[in-house]
């Protein structure tokens, strides 16, 4: 089953209005495959992210960076799904490495926020990814599944959900996973997704790599087999983020 080459840019915390303006500026004065072959998502801070909508291209598309475990309420600070389908923000990013470390969130709390955004109507980008202390004594498979298996617990519509792959000591270090290293974990995680799900899901689940991608060695990543495309940090602030999309031209040939 083909699966659409996905490139999303988080912006994490970053940027005035007027730089997004800039941002965006770029990206739609980009000449780039079409939305029939490339599914492109930026995702702002929440504050930019009507502003970014209102501006964006069509063809492009707009995700949080995060919402609430459930339905909104007393829960000061918090962004529901609900409010994002009110926006029409279609995606969402949950389970970011930055937010498990720095905000304590768990693989559970992580796979009830899949479900609920899920159920809601909102399509997810949920990360998982180990750490260096994790993966040097080799459990980066098991640290993965955990995490895997904590959203497949609860979420039943995997059409809805994109995994992304990020190796913690690769994002914001410059130091990239190998192509083979990427590649290898992506593979053990298709095959997670047959053995515990089904084969249909395992065959078209985008898995997408994030940790230092940039212009330089966008391709030669997605010329990996299972690798479906990436999630972007640093690099989705620059202009070379359009170079990043047109990496999806390596899986044609
Ligand atoms: O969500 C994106 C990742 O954290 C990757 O960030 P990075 O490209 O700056 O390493």
């Not at 009830?112 to 080799?138: F, H, M, N, W």
């Not at 192509?179 to 997408?208: G, M």
Request: charged residues 20%.
């Amino acid at each position: 089953m083909a699966r659409k080459f996905f490139v999303g840019g988080n912006w994490k915390c970053n940027g005035t209005a007027e730089e997004v303006k800039k941002i965006v500026t770029t990206l739609n004065e980009a000449e780039v495959p079409s939305e029939d072959v490339v599914e492109v998502v930026v995702s702002p801070p929440f504050v930019f992210l009507t502003l970014v909508k209102s501006l964006l291209r069509s063809d492009f598309h707009v995700a949080a960076q995060n919402c609430w475990v459930r339905k909104g309420g007393a829960f000061t600070g918090e962004i529901s799904a609900e409010m994002l389908v009110n926006l029409g923000i279609p995606w969402v990013i949950i389970g970011h490495s930055e937010r498990r470390a720095l905000l304590n969130e768990s693989n559970e709390f992580v796979g009830d926020k899949v479900a609920y955004a899920v159920s809601q109507g909102v399509k997810v980008i949920a990360c998982i990814g180990e750490t260096l202390e994790q993966r040097e004594p080799g459990s980066t498979m098991a640290v993965v599944a955990a995490q895997a298996k904590a959203i497949a617990e609860k979420v039943t519509n995997w059409e809805n959900v994109v995994l992304a792959y990020e190796p913690v000591w690769a994002i914001g270090t410059g130091k990239v996973a190998t192509p083979a290293q990427a590649q290898e974990v992506h593979c053990e995680l298709r095959k997670w997704l047959n053995d515990n799900l089904n084969s249909e899901v395992a065959a078209s689940t985008r898995i997408i790599y994030g940790g230092s991608v940039n212009g330089a060695n966008c391709n030669e990543l997605a010329a990996q087999p299972d690798v479906d495309g990436f999630l972007v940090g640093g690099a989705s602030l620059k202009p070379e983020f359009v170079h990043i999309i047109k990496a999806t031209t390596v899986k044609k040939n």
